[in-house]
């Protein structure tokens, strides 16, 4: 119990820091100047000069890619699914279903948090020419917000690989993390996100929340009441 008290606290101290330093420093000092050079850095390459990587930029941007992040976590989860026993395989649907009613609530949670600013690509186009992947490819793609923290898309991803940690641990939480990675990238190449956006807050919202709720008895009661509602007969032992 104490340990895992403890495992919480840390959690919850390294969420605020983050959420903190974000707060203090999004309009100048570390966090802004680390930003606005992941941001020009990137940005530089969407000048229309390497076609190949514009357009890979705006096509993995578009809202219906998102459906390949989706199919990239259930495949992982399926991987995971497929070795089960049935009644093992029916916990892991009623996991499924508590990982996105926890997604849903901690993305509400999120609109609370007093932070909130445009894109870099609304932000700094005011003062200086920047390279729009909408513009340049007149492909309907994402590459600015009105609001873009905390980065929501990478919020799920960072939810689904916390699960993953609890429930199959070291291994698939490094393969959680890699599709995060990977997934998240281009809103931050294409200007629709600061990285910080991401990898401060969604990762710390992820963090204080999910503590609460993974590291507690909480997740497995959940689990147990969604799993009433999961039918043995299409898990029956043969």
């Known amino acids: 119990m104490k340990k895992t008290a403890a495992q919480i606290l840390l959690w919850n101290v390294f969420g605020i820091a983050l959420l903190l330093s974000q707060y203090y420093t999004y309009r100048q000092g570390f966090w802004f100047d680390f930003d606005s050079t992941v941001f020009h850095y990137f940005n530089q390459f969407l ?8 357009y890979l930029i705006a096509i993995t941007n578009h809202r219906s890619f998102d ?39 901690i993305k509400q949670w999120g609109r609370f948090i007093p932070i909130a600013h445009e894109s870099p690509t609304l932000y700094f186009e005011p003062f200086e020419h920047i390279n729009r992947i909408s513009q340049l490819t007149h492909f309907g ?31 698939a939480f490094i393969q959680s993390v890699i ?11 294409a200007g629709a996100h600061w990285f910080t956006d991401v990898y401060v807050g969604s990762l710390a919202i992820t963090s204080i929340v999910l503590s609460w709720f993974l590291l507690t008895p ?3 009661y959940v689990a147990n009441f969604l799993l009433r509602f999961i039918p043995k007969r ?5």
Not at 47 to 54: A, E, P, Q, V, Y
Not at 74 to 100: D, P, T, V, W
Not at 141 to 168: C, E, N
């Open 47 to 54: 000048d229309g000069s390497h076609k190949g990587f514009l």
């Open 67 to 105: 459906v390949v992040s989706f199919l990239a976590m259930a495949l992982l989860y399926f991987c995971y699914f497929h070795k089960q026993s049935n009644e093992n395989k029916r916990k892991m649907i009623a996991i499924g279903l508590m990982m996105l009613i926890m997604a849903v609530c």
């Open 141 to 171: 793609t994402k590459d600015a917000s009105g609001d873009s923290f905390p980065g929501d898309h990478g919020m799920m991803l960072m939810i689904f690989a916390a699960f993953m940690w609890r429930y199959f641990g070291l291994k």
């Open 179 to 189: 599709i995060v990675v990977i997934f998240s990238a281009p809103r931050i190449i």
């Open 218 to 220: 909480a997740c497995d």
């Open 234 to 238: 299409f898990f029956k032992t043969s």
